[in-house]
């Protein structure tokens, strides 16, 4: 009886962690999605300019969570950049985030890799936001 029950609770832990890791894929998925429309809705397509007060809020805000987002206009000049803003701090949360997954997750063998993502207005692009994440296994 003892080892039924050791052998349903080592399933169990196993598919609650992987359960876990889709929600939390899921989630950062859905997070830098969300940023880069909030990000491309601060481009004024009558103006030709960018919200820079607005996407410094998005970006800090972003930073606390653990993004370092990079924004590029049409051009593919960078407007924004985190760590231009605050390299320690950037440099800070990048050291705890691959610390702590290297702690936990050494099977990753991998560091931090970034997600390109298009910001459109009106069927047109008007630049793109390069959201760094943690690759989750799949």
């Known amino acids: ?6 052998v349903i609770s080592l399933l169990a832990n196993i598919s609650i962690n992987i359960e876990f890791e889709k929600y939390a894929r899921e989630q950062q998925r859905s997070r830098s999605e ?13 103006t030709g300019q960018w919200d820079m007060g607005y996407i410094h809020g998005v970006g800090m805000y972003a ?6 987002l ?6 593919e000049d960078v407007i924004w950049d985190a760590e231009n ?4 701090l950037c440099r800070q949360l990048m050291d705890e985030i ?5 702690e936990k ?7 931090i890799t970034t997600r390109e993502y298009d910001l459109r207005q009106n069927g047109q692009t008007v630049g793109k ?5 943690l690759p989750m296994p799949a």
């Open 98 to 102: 691959a610390q702590r997954m290297e």
């Open 70 to 75: 990079r924004l590029f206009d049409k051009n």
């Open 85 to 88: 803003h605050d390299m320690s």
């Open 129 to 133: 936001v390069s959201v760094p994440f």
């Open 1 to 6: 009886m003892l080892i039924t029950v050791s």
């Open 63 to 68: 930073l606390y969570e653990g993004y370092v």
């Open 34 to 46: 969300d940023i880069a429309a909030n990000l491309s809705r601060q481009y004024n397509s009558l």
């Open 105 to 111: 997750r050494p099977d990753l063998q991998g560091g």
